[in-house]
Structure formats: C-alpha cells, structure tokens
C-alpha cells in the first residue's frame, strides 16, 4: 500500500482528500502547513505529497525549498494543489520541485490520472 501525505490548512479539504485517495487505497498522513509536513516526511517516508499553496507557518513554496535540503530515505513525488491557474504560477512550483499540479476543486478522477502521471497510482 502507497502512504500519500496530504497537506492543506483547511480540514475540510484534508477530509474530502483522504476519502479520495482511501477509495484509490493509499494510507492516508495528513499535516496542517509545511513545517507539519517536513516532520511527516521524516516519520512516514510519504510515497506521494499532495500540497497547498497558502498556508500559514510555512507555505507550500517554502516546503518545496525545504524538501529540497532534507536528507530522506526516498525522495516523495509531490502534486501541488492551486486554485490559480496561472502558468507563472505552476512554472514557478514546478521549478521548486514540484512533480505535477491539480487544480481545486478536484474530483477522483482527475486525482487519480495525476497520480498516474507521477507514477503513484
Ligand atoms: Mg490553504
């Protein structure tokens, strides 16, 4: 079973997350903002992120920049979640690190085919 790290300040969007991805049979870890999310990537070792943009504490550019100087076992892919969409916007995340983008809200089906995309699903 793949272990998918879901990070976002709001519960709501957590809790919809998770049952999507329960349903597409991840163990599902959650964290609040990035600074949450560095330590559950040290305990869970995270197959794939699933990360916000605003955030308070530490965003999810700054997680970026911050994943990037970790020493991890195995580096996790990360899905950046935007209600933006513009490209500077993603081009700018994706040159963070980011592996691949959805737009919120999103459905399974499309979270399904990105995680396919980063090859998790
Ligand atoms: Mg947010």
Redesign the pocket.
Known sequence: MKTCLIV???KV?RKVARHILETLDFAVVEAADGREALGQCHAHQPDVVLL????PVMSGMEFLRALGDETLAKRPKVVFCTTENGMAHIRAAIEAGADEYVMKPFDRETLESKLQIVGVA
Not at 52 to 55: A, E
């Open positions: 976002d300040d709001s969007i916000d943009w605003n955030m």
